[in-house]
């Protein structure tokens, strides 16, 4: 403390020589907001390319309009299993024949109803090939024998939302994996939750989630 | 973080060595449904994985006394493994419910410290990227992942069927900590034409290898080690027992 306040005596030239040092320290400066620019958001920009579905559904129109339920397509099967996404032929129970006028529909009758192919959907939430992940135990009965979501909130809690149009999708260029997964850390804030720990199997070891 | 933990459940498999012939349909049921690529030549120890390996034992005595077993030898989940205490990195541990040790293939760093301390052999090392001839791809268990070259892999007691087993007790509003006998067996147990291979949870009473563990005749692989193993093994031949562990000349064998 007393050095300091000694040395304020000298201060003009000390002011003068920080000046000049300034312009050479700017280039620095510079090249450090360059690379915070091109590592936050160049490089993330970059690493992932942008593909939109093959198909333009929207969920809207499916929930709102035609009053379908959630379970109607996307169901845990008796047996456990996650039905997924509907086969073109479930969709197909309805569009047999064109139902509007949307440039949508006729896509998706001309190049997938008709030759009786499937749709390549891209999974926003396709995790990687060693985690294990099940619906049966994420089910809304099972929540809701302690908690009161609805079916959108459940669901909410861990995927994009996609009531009106299907967002974009995002695939790493390197990996092949989609951006809008949960990570490991998103996961475990709700399995690692004391409350939970407790009460339920949610579990915070390895083997649970990783296979 | 200790090693060892107490479980409410402990998945255990019993195998009754009189009942096993050799044939190694366990060991094919295994690979197959644990996505370990077909090896060339599977006596090449720098090529092969087994995750379940079939063993020949012989008393070494001249006909007519000679008498051979065969012991097929998966990962023995240890309650106190040897392995989850040497890993630096957690990629293996014995930290859920049933006690089946974990294996994270992502997180293993393959320094193989793991397969060192392990007394049974039952790890092995990606020496090389797994190759699959074309078309074989299509015979990938979806639920089991598969692994690169550089990490250490091993029996996970199909953990996978585990996880199916509780997601169909959630399904039909069942309790999936309290799966009945038989809801989740390995795939080794299902494919034993023979029935040597029991499978259950060895602390429910309710399930067969709970009493099969009582067996005078039953022991397990090196127990002296202090390892307790959750797989036991069953043989009236007292050789057999006798070679399940390292006896002193002069000391009689257990059971």
């Not at chain 1, 099967?77 to 039905?83: C, E, K, N, Q």
């Not at chain 2, 760093?109 to 397969?115: L, V």
């Not at chain 2, 099969?212 to 069953?234: C, H, M, N």
Request: with cysteine; aromatic share 10%.
């Amino acid at each position: 403390m007393e050095d300091r306040q000694e040395s304020t005596a000298p201060q003009k030239e000390v002011c003068s020589r920080f000046k000049c040092r300034l312009c050479g320290v700017a280039p620095f400066f510079v090249g450090i907001v360059v690379a915070l620019v091109f590592g936050w958001w160049l490089f993330p920009t970059l690493m992932f390319n942008s593909q939109e579905q093959p198909v333009q559904f929207t969920h809207d129109t499916h929930v709102n309009v035609a009053g379908l339920d959630c379970n109607y397509c996307h169901k845990i099967r008796p047996d456990g299993t996650f039905s997924a996404i509907p086969t073109t032929k479930e969709c197909a129970v309805c569009h047999q024949v064109l139902l509007g006028e949307s440039r949508a529909e006729r896509v998706f009758w001309d190049e997938y109803v008709r030759p009786g192919k499937e749709v390549a959907w891209l999974i926003y939430q396709k995790q990687p090939d060693n985690v294990f992940f099940s619906h049966a135990p994420h089910s809304l009965e099972n929540c809701n024998n302690c908690h009161e979501f609805s079916k959108t909130e459940l669901c909410l809690f861990c995927h994009v939302n996609v009531k009106d149009k299907a967002p974009t999708y995002h695939e790493n260029r390197l990996s092949g994996y989609s951006k809008d997964t949960m990570k490991m850390w998103q996961c475990e804030r709700c399995h690692a939750n004391p409350n939970h720990l407790a009460g339920t199997a949610a579990n915070n070891a390895c083997f649970v989630c990783h296979k | 973080m200790s090693a060892t933990q107490e479980f409410r459940i402990k998945w255990g498999m019993v195998i009754d060595l009189d009942k096993c012939t050799g044939c190694g349909s366990c060991m094919v049921a295994c690979q197959a449904e644990n996505n370990v690529a077909p090896a060339e030549d599977g006596l090449n120890r720098r090529r092969a994985l087994n995750w379940l390996l079939v063993y020949r034992l012989s008393n070494g005595k001249p006909f007519p006394d000679h008498d051979i077993a065969y012991l097929p030898r998966p990962c023995m989940q240890c309650g106190k493994p040897s392995c989850v205490s040497v890993c630096p990195v957690v990629a293996t541990t014995k930290d859920e419910e049933g006690g089946i040790v974990s294996q994270v293939t992502p997180r293993c760093i393959g320094c193989r410290y793991c397969m060192a301390s392990c007394p049974y052999h039952a790890r092995y090392f990606n020496w090389h990227d797994p190759v699959w001839p074309a078309g074989m791809e299509k015979t990938l268990t979806p639920d089991v992942s598969v692994r690169p070259r550089g990490v250490v892999e091993k029996c996970t007691f199909c953990h996978h069927r585990l996880m199916a087993a509780k997601d169909r007790a959630y399904a039909e509003g069942r309790d999936p900590e309290k799966l009945p006998d038989g809801a989740y067996v390995t795939s080794c147990t299902e494919a034993c034409p023979n029935g040597a291979i029991s499978f259950g949870d060895v602390n429910n009473p309710e399930h067969k290898v709970h009493e099969l563990i009582k067996s005078p005749y039953a022991f397990r692989l090196l127990e002296r080690l202090g390892t307790d193993p959750q797989v036991w093994y069953v043989s009236r031949r007292e050789w057999v027992r006798r070679l399940g562990d390292n006896y002193l000349n002069n000391e009689p064998t257990k059971g």
